[in-house]
Each structure stands twice: as C-alpha cells, then as structure tokens.
C-alpha cells in the first residue's frame, strides 16, 4: 500500500470512530432529556390528581349542603301545608258545631211556633162559634125588628120584607164582599184539580203549535228567587204589571221561568219586553214597572214602523202614506185564524202580482190592492165594526186608489167588485188561506168572544179598564175608586158575572175580578 492509501484508511477510521462517539454520547445525552420529562409528567400528573380529588371533595360537599337545603325546605312546605289543613279542619269542626246551634236553635224556634200556631187555632175556633151565636142573634133581632115594623106601620109582609131587606143590605155591605170573596176563594180551591184534569186531557186530544205559540209567551229568569220579586210584597209588584200591562202573568213550577198569557198580541209583545227589562235590572217595583212599560211601548212603536216599511220595500208598491205604512206594521202582530196577518197579506200581495202579469194587468197596483186588503184587521180591536169597513174606511181617509178600495170591500165577498184586480185579490186570498197548515178555524171565534167579554164589562158605571185573561177564563175589571166603593166593587163583581151568564155562550166557567186601587203621589222639589 501506498502513503496516499494508508492515510485515507486512518481518516476513515478516524471518521468511524468519531462517528460512533457522537452516537453514543447522543444517546447518553436523550436519555437523560427523557428521564428528566418523565420526571416533569409524572409531578405534574400528581398535581392534577390532587386538585381533582380536592374539586370532588368541594362539589361533594357543595352537594351535600345543597340537599340539606331542599330537604330542610321540603321539610317547611311540608309543615306548612299540615299546619294549613289542620286549620281548615279546625275551621270546619267550629263550623259545623255552629251549623249544629242554629238548627238546635231553629228546632225550639219551631217547636215555639208550633205551640203558637195551636194557640192560635184555638183562639180561630172559639171566635168561630162567638160568630155563629151572633150570627143567632142577628136573625132574632131580624125577626123581631120585622114584627114590630108590621105592627107599627101596618105594611103588607112583603113590603116590609123590601125595607128590611134594603136596610140589612146597606149595612152588612162589607160582609157580603167579604162572603162573596170567601166563597170565589172556595170555589178556585175546589177546581183546582178538576180543571187541572180537564186541561191535561184537552191537551191532549187538541194541541194546536200556531194557537199556543200566539196566545203565550216565556220569559226566562235568571233563578227562582226572580219568581218572588216578581210578585212582590203581598202580591204588589205582580197586580202592578197585570194593571199596567194588561195582561196575565202565570208563574207555576216550571223553573226559572214564566208565562205571559194575554190574546193582544201586541199588548203580550209589551208586557214581554217589560218583564226581561225588568228582570235585567233588578228594580222591580209599580214606578218603574210604568216607567219601563212606556219606554218599550214606544219601542214597539217604532218597530211596527220599521215592519211596515219593510213590507212596503218588499212587496216594491211604491210611494205610501207614513200612517198607512204604520198601520200596515202592526199587522205584523195581529193573527187571522192562527196566520200572521202581515205574512198572509204579503203572500196575497205576491199572489196577485203574479196572476196580474198572467193576463196583462198593472202587476204593481195589484199587488198594492193585495198588501192592503186587510188593513182593516189592524184597527179591529180599537174600532167598531168588520175588519172590511174599517179596511175601506181606512184606504178611503188615506185617498188610495179606487181599485184598491173596490179589492177591500169586495175580497170577502160582502160587495161586488167593479175590476178584475179585485177578483184577483179576492182568489189570491182565497189561495193564500187554503193552503195546508196556513190557518187555525178556532182563533178568529176566540178573539171575538174575548173582545165580547171586555165589551161587555165597560158598559158598567166606573170602569176604567177591563181585560180578558187566561184564554177568555178571567175577566180582569179596574174601576175608578173616586166613584166605586169596596163594596159596591163587590156587587159590581156579582152583576158582570149575572150578564155574562145571560148573554153570553162559553165553555166552563169565567172568573171576574173587581179591582179597586187608590194610588197618591206627590213629588218633594
């Protein structure tokens, strides 16, 4: 080997060997590196143990104390509603200890009256036998005063019988009224369920929906303790609005309601709205019951208004007369044979219409004629005479045309008619009324027999109103108390009550009731 050789050789090994010491002085060097991290981690592992095991025992302790606050809260609410229930039923127990007081209380207080009531009977029976020997003694002293009269004035018997008679009348007045009123009480007591029988199987064998639909109306209360300030004290309150009204108010045991029974459906109408205005305000008393009595008649008023002109804008007949197309509203409330007047007299209008433009006529006069063929019907309660000549007395004031009257007069066949559009009229109502279901034959007879009725009663010195009642069962008679007495209102009673049983023809039987009240007012500025 050359020199070149032998010195690149010994720099090789030179180079490995460095080489080999850079490793293993590398690698001593790392160790230590390592040893020294492993030594860092496992410090700080043991510190984040120990901060956990210190954070578990905080939020343990945490928890515990929490929980001993809820339960300790529990505990309280708890206690509380114990304490509340047991308050409540200490409240209950005095209560019914109270409860038990009163009716011990309300037990003597009964047992009292009970002792009383008998008393009372007793003292009833002995003043009834005193009656009855008094009663012994008048018709001695009776006999007795007949004798002397006899022999002191020398009459016939039965001219002394006359003034007798005549003198006890003047004097025992008062106790015939109190006899008659005695006797009417018996009388209704004794009926009572006879008449209840008897109305149940009419009920039965006749129910007539259009009739009793027209005839009564319901008014609904708010409870029953409406029904007794109603009536009012004795009865106040009630005859007050049967006065004013007009009408009959039936209050049974039918809950949280009654009816009102009058054959005026107009009147019924007023009375109805009176009673629910009434009953929603609470005040019910005879100032207010006039009061609100005139505030819904000229409600009504109004309405029938309104119902007239609506029927004038259907029916499309053109210009009419303020006061006719008044009238024409209150048909509205008027019936003919269980039919509604207006209804019947828009349908007759339509009807005529028609068969008008069927043979070429003036379809808008026809119908006009139609509309008004019974406007008689909506004046004959106030009016005498047939609903046809007060219809034609009616046109005739308010200058219709002359077709129009010739179909009034003529539609019932009373004259003959001058013009076709008449006879249209005349068919039309006829088809009108024939139609199934459309009228009731009974209802036409019944209004006229209690307008008879009221008739009748007015033509007797010092009435001021007189009203049919209870479908024509009742006749309710208000006189004038400057002009009749107590006891001529009783014999007034007895005389309506002769008439009607000689001139009149009805079935069962008709109550008359006399009233006579005195009212004085005076207002404090």
Same mark, same amino acid.
């Given at each position: 080997m050359d020199t070149l050789h032998i010195i690149f050789l010994i720099l090789l090994i030179v180079s490995i060997a460095a080489a080999v010491g850079a490793y293993f002085?590398?690698? &001593?060097?790392?160790?230590?590196?390592?040893?020294? =991290?492993? *030594?860092?981690l496992g410090k700080t592992a043991e510190s984040i143990i120990d901060n956990a095991k210190k954070e578990g025992e905080r939020r343990q302790k945490e928890l515990i104390s929490d929980t001993k606050k809820e339960i300790a809260s529990l505990k309280e609410e708890y206690e509380k509603e114990v304490s509340a229930k047991k308050n409540s039923l200490q409240d209950l127990e005095k209560k019914l200890e109270q409860r038990e007081d009163r009716l011990d209380t309300r037990s003597m207080s009964l047992? $009292?009256? /009970?002792?009383?009531? !008998?008393? =009372? /009977?007793?003292?009833i029976e002995e003043t009834k036998v005193a009656l009855e020997k008094r009663s012994d003694k008048i018709e001695e002293l009776i006999e007795e005063q007949e004798r002397k009269l006899l022999e002191? &004035?020398? #009459?016939?018997?039965? +001219?002394?019988?006359? %003034?007798?008679?005549? $003198?006890?009348?003047?004097?025992?007045?008062?106790?015939i009224a109190v006899y008659i009123k005695e006797e009417e009480e018996k009388a209704k007591s004794e009926s009572v369920k006879k008449s209840q029988t008897i109305l149940a199987n009419a009920i039965q064998q006749y129910a007539n929906e259009t009739?009793? /639909? $027209? *005839?009564?109306?319901? !008014?609904? #209360?708010?409870?029953? +303790?409406? =029904?007794?300030?109603?009536? @009012?004290? /004795? @009865?106040?309150?009630?005859?007050? %609005?049967?006065?004013?009204?007009?009408v009959d108010l039936i209050i049974d045991d039918t809950p949280d309601s009654i009816v009102i029974s009058c054959f005026d459906p107009i009147r019924r109408e007023i009375a109805r709205r009176t009673l629910e205005i009434l009953v929603s305000d609470g005040r019910i008393q005879p100032p207010r019951i006039e009061e609100v009595f005139n505030k819904c008649q000229k409600e009504l008023e109004n309405e029938i208004r309104e119902e007239g002109e609506k029927a004038v804008f259907e029916t499309g007949i053109g210009k009419i007369h303020p006061e006719l197309v008044k009238t024409i509203g209150k048909l509205h409330f008027r019936t003919?044979?269980?039919?509604?007047?207006?209804?019947? &007299? $828009? +349908? !007759?209008?339509? #009807?005529?219409g028609k068969l008008a433009v069927e043979i070429g006529l003036d379809e808008i006069l026809a119908r006009r004629a139609g509309l008004l063929h019974d406007i008689g019907k909506a004046s004959d309660h106030e009016v005498e005479g047939s609903h046809v000549e007060i219809g034609v007395e009616i046109a005739t004031k308010f200058r219709e045309n002359e077709t129009v009257i010739d179909a009034i007069a003529s539609h019932h066949g009373d004259v003959e008619a001058k013009t076709i559009i008449a006879h249209l009229v005349a068919a039309a109502d006829t088809l009108s009324a024939a139609r199934p279901g459309a009228r009731s034959e009974s209802l036409d007879n019944y209004i006229k027999r209690l307008q008879a009725l009221e008739e009748l009663s007015n033509e007797f010195r010092g009435v001021d109103k007189t009203y049919a009642l209870q479908a024509g069962r009742e006749v309710r008679v208000l006189v004038k108390p400057e002009e009749i007495t107590d006891a001529e209102a009783a014999k007034l009673a007895r005389d309506i009550k002769k008439k009607i049983e000689t001139t009149m023809n009805y079935p069962g039987t008709i109550k008359v009731t006399v009233i006579r009240e005195v009212r004085v007012q005076e207002v404090a500025r």
């Open positions: 002085f590398a690698m &001593s060097k790392g160790k230590n590196i390592v040893e020294k =991290k492993y *030594t860092d047992d $009292k009256r /009970e002792d009383a009531l !008998v008393i =009372k /009977e007793n003292k002191i &004035s020398g #009459l016939t018997v039965s +001219e002394a019988k006359e %003034i007798i008679m005549k $003198k006890t009348e003047e004097e025992m007045a008062m106790e009739i009793q /639909e $027209k *005839t009564v109306s319901v !008014v609904s #209360l708010p409870n029953d +303790e409406m =029904k007794g300030r109603i009536i @009012g004290r /004795e @009865g106040r309150n009630i005859r007050s %609005i049967e006065a004013v009204t007009g003919s044979y269980g039919q509604n007047a207006l209804a019947h &007299s $828009k +349908e !007759v209008a339509f #009807l005529a």
